[in-house]
């Protein structure tokens, strides 16, 4: 049972070094963060770093990565989290210790690892840590409040704070368990959801400018010129993305942000599958929630033009 297994890993190695994705989100940061916890607070005696760029400052409340030398790999165990495909590892050095793991709740179309952990049923990789723990707990795993705040956050963020289809009764039930915990909550949704002024106004010139055809399908597109008159960055977008998700008649609909050598897609739907159009512009995800990249706007309007047929076609 790979559960069994990566338990076994984790005793096994003296020093643990945990990657995820770039452009991190709170399940990326609070499933890393939480393992790094996890495995520190149960054998003091290892080394446990995490690694990656460091987050947006509105993230930064979350954790902070470190910062080690190459050698550090040697003889060390690697994990990676919440990340479908090594393209999107944040920090290439991932496959130079002696074993990798891989934890991810997205679909397993880059089966990479030496061990590898996918269960696309759990609302994020965060639950799956958790679920880790449990295993994990008469074994010598111990929980502490720190981890409990992590994996809390990444699952809030994960599960759209519990709205998104992805929410399950296992979900429910493990943040029954992790609320036990002394952190703060409200400081975690004061964090997460708190709107800057100027990202309110971009917001504003969203609903504006959004455009919806017949089939349900809508876009918008952020132009570099855009956001810099709002005075909003590429990452301060994600924020923002689900701006369209109420409004009556939209079935799916595809965000682009204009960045310095390529055009970012975020993907989100209310029932037609729009991660294999993800997949078809380098990039992928969840049926219901994906991301993608393209190279101009050329290709933006091909992007447009599937997604406009899946809904089309979707009942």
């Not at 696309?120 to 880790?132: D, F, K």
């Not at 723990?133 to 519990?162: C, K, W």
């Not at 301060?236 to 942000?257: C, H, P, R, Y």
């Amino acid at each position: 049972m790979a559960i069994q297994q990566i338990i076994q890993a984790i005793k096994k190695y003296d020093t643990i070094i945990i990657h995820r994705h770039v452009r991190p989100d709170p399940d990326a940061y609070g499933s890393q963060g939480a393992l790094q916890e996890l495995i520190q607070q149960s054998f003091p005696e290892k080394k446990v770093y995490v690694v990656g760029e460091e987050p947006d400052e509105s993230l930064y409340f979350l954790n902070t990565m470190d910062d080690i030398k190459d050698d550090v790999y040697d003889g060390a165990l690697v994990i990676v989290c919440d990340t479908a495909n090594t393209d999107r590892i944040s920090d290439t050095r991932y496959n130079s210790g002696a074993q990798l793991i891989k934890i991810d709740h997205h679909p397993n179309e880059d089966a990479y690892g030496d061990l590898i952990w996918v269960d696309t049923t759990a609302s994020s990789s965060s639950e799956l840590i958790y679920e880790l723990y449990l295993h994990g707990r008469d074994q010598g795993f111990i929980m502490n409040t720190e981890a409990a705040r992590l994996l809390y956050a990444g699952i809030v963020g994960d599960t759209g704070r519990f709205l998104f289809p992805n929410t399950s009764t296992d979900t429910f039930q493990y943040v029954a368990d992790l609320i036990t915990y002394p952190f703060e909550r409200s400081e975690i949704y004061n964090h997460l959801y708190r709107t800057k002024e100027n990202v309110a106004r971009l917001q504003g010139y969203i609903l504006q400018h959004y455009e919806l055809k017949p089939s349900g399908m809508s876009s918008i597109k952020l132009t570099k010129d855009t956001l810099d008159k709002a005075n909003v960055s590429s990452v301060e977008t994600g924020q923002l993305v689900n701006v369209l998700s109420d409004i009556e008649g939209i079935k799916a609909w595809v965000m682009f942000i204009e960045e310095e050598n390529s055009i970012r897609v975020r993907l989100r739907s209310k029932g037609p599958v729009i991660n294999t159009i993800a997949a078809k512009y380098n990039g992928g995800g969840h049926p219901m929630a994906s991301g993608a990249e393209v190279s101009d706007w050329e290709e933006a309007e091909a992007v447009i033009d599937d997604l406009d047929k899946v809904c089309a076609a979707y009942e």
